[in-house]
């Protein structure tokens, strides 16, 4: 070699007996569960603020641990991005407020046709996002899967459900919440559906729907059996439809 040095070149593996792949659902599972205890405490900070308590130390805190569990999330777990949005509403709780509108509360509109962007892996938020963004926001959408780390998005792309992402998790809204709110879609059914989507997402019995469990129930289901995303969203666009067509039917 050039510079009279040795090389040698090994393949190494983090475990004996377990592959990349089984190494990295691990990682997820632990990551998962550490996004969904801060969750809780930030739902629990939550509560207390409404109160009247003072949670400005505590929210320090909430900060601190989310970040180091980020530092440690080497490949986009679920769950920041509803552990971050509700960390980032505590923030602001404790900053002054403004008078004017936030310009995410409009009512918004794009250009069809456009990639939406959301980390691979899809569960129940991302599939009934991009099922809401391909019937009621962009009939001509496309979806691109991609890291939950490390993705620099296109030009012209949306990110959703994703850190850092046009529209994802909003303090305690989910993202097909955020979707429905800012593109203005009243649609009675459409909230009805949003609210099952929030109670599985969050965890946290906000609406208490009784439609919530099966529901939960039958999107694991779905992805248990499908590993590829866009069997995923196939299978599921068809249970949200009809979902949201038992609420669109007259009450006999």
């Known amino acids: ?80 991005e509803a552990a971050e949005a509700l960390v980032v509403e505590l923030e602001e709780s404790m900053e002054p407020s403004h008078d004017e509108p936030s310009q995410k509360l409009s009512r918004q509109h794009i250009a069809p046709g456009r990639t939406w962007v959301t980390r691979k892996g899809i569960k129940v938020d991302r599939i009934a996002s991009a099922w809401l963004v391909r019937n009621f926001i962009d009939k001509q959408a496309s979806f691109k899967f991609v890291p939950g780390q490390g993705y620099a998005p296109s030009p012209g792309e949306l990110r959703f459900d994703m850190f850092e992402a046009e529209y994802t998790h909003e303090g305690d809204r989910c993202t097909f919440e955020v979707l429905v709110q800012r ?40 992805c248990a059996a499908n590993p590829d995303d866009d069997a995923r969203l196939t299978q599921g666009a068809s249970i949200f439809a009809g979902l949201y067509q038992s609420f669109k039917r007259p009450a006999p």
Request: charged residues 30%; negative net charge; glycine residues 10%.
């Open 1 to 80: 070699m050039e510079g009279e040095g040795d090389a040698s070149i090994v393949e190494a593996r983090f475990i004996d007996g377990l592959s990349d792949a089984q190494i990295e659902a691990l990682f997820q599972c632990a990551r998962e569960s550490d996004y969904a205890v801060l969750t809780e405490d930030a739902q629990r900070l939550r509560a207390e603020f409404l109160k009247g308590t003072t949670i400005a130390i505590d929210i320090g805190r909430l900060r601190k641990r989310l970040d180091d569990v980020v530092a440690i999330d080497f490949f986009g777990a679920n769950g920041r």
């Open 183 to 222: 593109f203005g879609l009243d649609d009675a059914a459409l909230h009805q559906v949003a609210e099952i989507i929030h109670d599985i997402d969050l965890k946290d019995g906000k609406y208490g729907r009784p439609e919530t469990a099966g529901i939960d129930r039958l999107l694991a289901g779905l």
